[in-house]
């Protein structure tokens, strides 16, 4: 579904229907950076057009370089101001209340919602909910990697909203993968799930089914041992054909270091391989001599990763 201006101002006059609503949110979820900007970009235009315009006043009306400068700034201020009013306080929404969890690198929490819901959030993970969670729905955005174990409720679906995706739900377990420049993943452990991808395809899932996005484009839908893909719980690490960037990504926040690639064509390859409880020296050790590459573990926590052994 494609995201008008027509759209989003049914939304911020809450005349969406609730498919539209759902595309909207996943849109304002992916997409706020870029909203910003173009807000901003239109803002400029303006401002310009009414700068160079001619001015046919007598010499003492006209305004200064200065002040115009002056203005200027006073005009991308409150424009900025009303990207971040438009964001977060529309509809009424400056009285709530918004509850924000995030976890850091190599730590988990585990969350009990007020329906029930047990959600356990990985490392370098946030998920944020407001006030109103469970009164006419249950809806929480996830940035990052979480284990949902949803509370039964046939009245209000549980709703996630992550990055280029939306997952719906009424009472089920599943493993849901959703951080930002990383691929989008699924799985199902226990009931059927719902899932909307944001060209507004719904894909259905049952337990033991896996399906994945890569860079916001479908990748592959595929039977799965379930149970492999929650090992992050117990300090597990499972990469089944994961791009290097990925597994990287994976690695930083597990150990809480930066890596760091002397060799760019690193980033072809793909790992398979299972960690339990290792440390980075050995995760690094197994993974240099199958890939085939150097490493350097600093002490200030980088790690670089050098050219290709011959």
Known sequence: MKITTELVEK?????????????VEMWLHAESDSKEAS???????????????PLQLKKAYRLSVKWMSLAASLLL???????VYQEFYSK???????????TVSGKQEILKMTDGTVITLNEGSELKWDEDFGKNERLVHLKGEALFEVAKDASKPFRVIGEHTSVKVLGTVFNYKSYTDSRVE?????????I?????????????????WSDGIFAAKSLVDAVDYIGWKDNILLFDQTPMKEAIQTIERRYRVSVHLKDQRLLAQTVSATFENNSLK????MLSFSLKFNYEIIPNGQVILDEIKK
């Open 11 to 23: 939304y911020y006059s809450g005349h969406c229907s609730p498919e539209e609503k759902m595309q």
């Open 39 to 53: 807000v901003l970009k239109d803002v400029r235009e303006n401002l310009s057009a009414v700068i160079d315009e």
């Open 77 to 83: 201020f409150f424009a900025m101001g009303w990207v």
């Open 92 to 102: 009424g929404e400056l009285d709530k209340m918004v509850y924000i969890r995030s």
């Open 186 to 194: 699924l799985t199902v452990l226990e009931g059927k799930v719902s």
């Open 196 to 212: 909307t991808d944001h060209d507004g395809e719904e894909h259905i899932l049952v337990a033991n089914e896996q399906i994945r």
């Open 282 to 285: 050995e995760v690094l050790d």
